[in-house]
């Protein structure tokens, strides 16, 4: 403790707003957010989330809250503070930059913009709602894993059958419609084309949930662009900018449902909406089986195609993998060594060190370093705390005649 309380004493605080800081001294600049449950931008809170980087110690001190006295008073003749617009960073710097955060890992980044798109009843909403639920109650989604989180779900054009779909997916996972407390949901359009409407919706959430959200989900974007139109490059800037400032303010991510073009192969309307976005999943429907494809990713390589197909359940149906589904993306030599390894050491599906797993892979350096993310970003290894995890989708690249 004393160690980082001395490294913190030598960085420098600039407040931003509410209750964000700019920490600077390091080989880079930091955000601190004492209001999110991901406090600090660095690695060292990565991988010691229960202990204070000497970011956040840096922040105690200049609030003044107990940890290291208050901050000195400014003198007479300084030059008042600036708050910095921009972070400006060199390029080694970017090394201390975190890896991309997960809601649901593989899919929902956090804090970035996700489009769905696919046909009218094509099963975007079940797929859309089983992320919701699944993030709001901490389950894992076919082996990805989520990160707990509130979620609202903004059913714009009609939440008549959120009812029956919500107590499907409640008897489908075992789970007491009780415990769905962190689900919300809005059951009319919001207009991301109208500021008023966005600012409306965020004061209400502000004020409405007890914490910040994780997600949210707009089904669909011709729902809630009323007065816009979608080929226009202008209108789905606008739409794209609304979500964007969701991101920005709440810190969670957004999940946008959209319509396919007539050709079934890219998302309706402007390219504007694909620059836009962080990640593009494509969804569609050959009979009973639903197709989802990655077909975008900004900062993580694409996810594997998986098959779906709607359950009939009760009054509704639920969304389920597919028998046939296709195998995953065939993995590298040393991708497939080093999940052996993990296999290998695991005991009852239990977690595993990093230095155990990578004694056991015989992999070293960078090609250790790189296998590892590549791994973690495909959704086939997970990290709890300081333990890794083979997922089901690493059990399934396993199997023999992985192309």
Not at 21 to 47: M, Q, S, T
Not at 59 to 81: D, I, L, Q
Request: one cysteine or more; aromatic letters at 6%.
């Amino acid at each position: 403790m004393s160690d980082r309380a001395d490294r913190a004493a030598g960085l420098a605080v600039e407040h931003v707003d509410g209750e964000r800081y700019v920490v600077r001294g390091g080989r880079a600049p930091h955000l601190v957010d004492l209001a999110d449950p991901i406090r600090c931008d660095c690695k060292d809170y990565e991988f010691h989330p229960a202990i204070e980087c000497k970011h956040i110690l840096a922040v105690h001190r200049f609030c003044g809250n107990g940890h290291s006295g208050t901050a000195p008073a400014p003198s007479a003749t300084a030059s008042p503070a600036r708050n910095p617009r921009f972070a400006l960073y060199t390029a080694p710097e970017l090394d201390e930059l975190r890896d991309p955060v997960w809601t649901l890992h593989g899919i929902l980044p956090h804090g970035g913009l996700t489009v769905l798109y696919g046909p009218p009843a094509g099963g975007k909403s079940f797929v859309a709602l089983d992320w919701s639920l699944s993030i709001s109650t901490g389950r894992a989604w076919l082996g990805h894993a989520t990160q707990w989180g509130i979620t609202i779900f903004v059913a714009a054009e009609g939440g008549r059958g959120l009812k029956v779909r919500r107590d499907a997916w409640c008897e489908a996972q075992g789970v007491p419609v009780a415990d769905l407390h962190a689900a919300h949901f809005v059951l009319e359009p919001v207009n991301l084309m109208q500021s008023d409407d966005v600012t409306a919706l965020l004061e209400d959430v502000r004020h409405g949930i007890p914490g910040r959200p994780s997600l949210f989900v707009f089904d669909t974007l011709a729902g809630c662009m009323t007065g816009g139109d979608e080929n226009d490059t202008r209108d789905m800037s606008t739409f794209v900018d609304a979500c964007r400032h969701i991101t920005l303010t709440t810190g969670a991510g957004v999940l946008v449902l959209h319509h396919m073009s007539k050709d079934g192969r890219w998302e309706r309307g402007s390219i504007a909406l694909r620059g836009g976005a962080d990640v593009m999943f494509k969804l569609t429907n050959e009979g009973s089986v639903l197709t989802l494809e990655n077909d975008k990713q900004r900062d993580a390589q694409l996810a594997p195609t998986r098959r779906l197909r709607l359950q009939p359940r009760g009054a509704s149906c639920v969304v389920e993998p597919d028998e046939g589904q296709p195998l995953p993306d065939g993995l590298s030599r040393f991708e497939r060594k080093a999940l052996d390894a993990l296999k290998s050491v695991s005991v009852n599906g239990g977690g595993v060190s990093h230095a155990d797993w990578k004694e056991a892979s015989e992999l070293v350096g960078g090609t250790w370093q790189r296998t590892r993310a590549a791994l973690m970003r495909r959704g086939y290894v997970d990290k709890d705390a300081r333990l890794y995890k083979l997922m089901a989708a690493g059990e399934l690249a396993l199997v023999p005649g992985t192309k």
